[in-house]
């Protein structure tokens, strides 16, 4: 009996921590690539197999931030993992437990089987990419204010007056700079859009990024995309977001192959 | 250009792995598996668990999750009782400490159990004041003032001579119970020593030792 048979046997551990569904037959063992080492194995009902790892059924949770991260760094290590070696993936959100054993997996695989097998084929040989678009600050104002007439005639107004008189149209200036940047940053983002659509099967705007990189920070996020693109067309976005780099004091962020966590759905499939 | 993946760009990884995938607790998963599944978004971990714990945030979550909440933060969150003690009033409270140079309200919450009365406060943890039923020899409820208006008070004494100045919002309910639960006849009139007499027998320290001693009525 092997150690994950040992402990899939045990009597508490009746939980099965899933990290994606594959496509592949057998069931195999993928060695302790898991969250805590943990010795992560195949599932499978027919040709797909959801990937597991034995353990006791309550979700993971821990106080400590670092203990966390290193968890979830797991779980996309097996994901990339199982990617490499079976293809597109359908990825779980961190902490999904299953209450039950393998064999309540299978039966949900079995159960599921037509819109889990649908999903996988609908996003097979494609991968999620992200990207963000960053405009150098200063260039972006002299954009904005360079475009639009009234701004342009309020600044110089304002630099012809009286100190004490100017800090209120300050105020009222840079108010307006502010929306007019909003405006600014919904056309550029349909500009952006326009130019990589041809080479995505979809896109994602993203209305929220969490930190960006130290080397971007002094730069201004303008637009930020998750894409999903089919393996063959990864080289033409690469060009097309390489041509939007190269404008100056643009900077484009390009990151992936991810699984196609933004783009898996199971509803209505 | 070319895609990049940094192992350890750890906030891009966060961002999916938290906010996006599957997961299983959605309701049409479970509808359309229809077996018993189970899942948490841990995300709370990183944004601060321990708040959304407090205020209930937890009322959603799976039950295995609040037992897990009730295993570990159960110690640091109720009072210290004993076990087969039982709560019969609890109140906010406050008592008066002058303990050498420092004269002032301590503010906790106060108990009164079957067989202790006593004011703990949360945070940071501590007794600030206990005493054992069998031990309160005298109560009385006397008007103080307070920031220039006048309000309820309650004395207590123990068997070894030891005032202690209580301040409860409903003084009347408090001293009642107490008598009920203590069961005996209790001194209603005690000699208050003024404020301004040096302190001296009835400092609580100095009696502690009774208290716990071989001292018994």
Known sequence: MSEAELVRETEVTQGRYVYCIASCQDELSLGNIGIGHAEVYMVSHKDIAAVVHACQAQPYASMNENEVKEWILSHNTVIDEVSERFGTVLPFSFDAVVKGDDDVVKDWLSKGYEKLKQELERLRDKAEYTMQIFCDQNKLMDKIIGENQGLRELKEKIEKMPKRAAYLFQRKFELQVKDAYNVMRGRLTEEFVSKIKEHVEEVKVEKKVSQLPKNYKDKKLIAAFSCLVHKEKVKGLGDALGKINSQEGYAVRFTGPWAPFSFVKLEGV | ???????????????????????????????????????????????????????????????STREWY????????????????????????????????????????????????????????????????????????????????????????????????????????????????????????????????????????????????????
Not at chain 2, 30 to 50: D, F, K, Q, T, Y
């Open chain 2, 1 to 63: 250009m070319e895609p990049t993946r940094l192992e350890f760009d750890i906030n891009d990884v966060l961002e999916k792995l938290l906010n996006k995938g599957l997961v299983l607790n959605a309701d049409l998963i479970i509808s359309v598996a229809g077996i018993p599944l189970l899942g948490v978004n841990l995300r709370a971990a990183i944004a601060g668990m321990e708040t959304m714990l407090e205020y209930g945030i937890m009322e959603a979550w799976d039950k």
């Open chain 2, 70 to 217: 009730t295993k570990e933060f159960a110690e640091r969150m109720t009072t210290p009782l004993v076990m087969g003690e039982e709560v019969i009033i609890r109140t906010f409270g406050s008592i008066w400490s002058n303990q050498g140079i420092i004269n002032t309200w301590k503010p906790g919450f106060l108990y009164l159990t079957n067989n202790r009365l006593f004011l703990w406060r949360k945070e940071p943890p501590e007794m600030l004041f206990e005493v054992s039923l069998d031990k309160i020899e005298g109560l009385m409820a006397k008007k103080e003032n307070h920031f220039k208006k006048e309000r309820e008070e309650l004395y207590l004494q123990s068997d070894c001579g030891e005032i202690v100045r209580i301040h409860v919002s409903n003084v009347t309910e408090l001293k009642q119970a107490i008598r009920m639960v203590v069961g005996k006849k209790l001194e209603n009139r005690i000699m208050v020593p003024s404020e301004r007499t040096p302190p001296s027998p009835w400092l609580p320290h100095s009696c502690a030792v009774e208290i716990g001693g071989s001292k018994g009525r």
